[in-house]
């Protein structure tokens, strides 16, 4: 069962870089990584996703080691509105029941 | 396009009342999903549906039912309400398996 770790909280300020670092040792050959954002009363929306490397979308970028036991979530130039939950998920390597959100990282961007 | 919709979007039950929360996607989208999210904690997969007439358990689906109508549709039903469902309840859909997943707006369930 790929569980995953992530910090409980985070605090940075605008324009900064934020790197949000997830935990998986668990994680299965096939296993895919995503990383999802959420504000307050809403439901979760789609970041990125990757198997090994870098990904890099506009607006974030996606860090995994060869070992693939942790990720890495990289925003660049954050702001304000990026003040959210982001939860790194781990699964659908052929036990699609185990996909498994973590508890998620409250990040704080202060002005 | 409307995405993902849930109904309703509260609703608040007495212990031992069944109730079914409607979900619907107009992506064309092959699956369906879906999570309870408790107070301050990560989402938790009840059931998942691949495609159009199949469905699978997630990791928490003790006390829910689910019905995949047709492509569209994903429903969950509570057949029996205790307290301990009370969460906030989230639909989503994707493409399909595995890949970006999108979410509707959720159902806040509170159960007496």
């Known amino acids: 069962l790929a569980k995953t770790t992530q910090p409980i909280s985070m605090d940075s300020y605008e324009g900064q870089e934020v790197n949000i670092t997830c935990s998986h040792n668990?994680?299965?050959?096939?296993?895919?990584i995503t990383w999802y954002q959420q504000f307050p009363s809403q439901g979760p929306r789609f970041i990125i996703q990757g198997y090994k490397t870098k990904v890099t979308n506009e607006v974030a970028s996606l860090f995994i080691p060869a070992d693939r036991k942790s990720s890495t979530l990289s925003l660049p130039r954050v702001s304000l509105s990026d003040t959210a939950v982001y939860y790194c998920?781990?699964?659908w390597g052929g036990g699609y029941n185990k996909l498994i959100f973590g508890a998620g990282t409250r990040l704080a961007v202060h002005p | 396009n409307a995405g993902v919709t849930q109904t309703p979007k509260f609703q608040v039950l007495k212990t031992g009342q069944s109730m079914t929360l409607q979900c619907a996607q107009d992506m064309n989208h092959n699956s369906m999903y879906w999570y309870r999210q408790d107070p301050g904690m990560g989402l938790r997969l009840i059931y998942y549906?691949?495609?159009?007439?199949?469905?699978d358990k997630g990791e928490v689906p003790n006390g829910y039912n689910v019905s995949r109508l047709n492509k569209r549709e994903f429903s969950l039903r509570l057949e029996s309400a205790a307290p301990s469902q009370t969460s906030v309840y989230f639909c989503a859909s994707s493409a399909r398996l595995g890949v970006e997943q999108f979410f509707g707006p959720g159902t806040r369930l509170t159960v007496l």
């Open positions: 668990n994680i299965a050959t096939n296993d895919y």
């Open positions: 549906s691949a495609s159009e007439g199949t469905t």
């Open positions: 998920l781990v699964g």
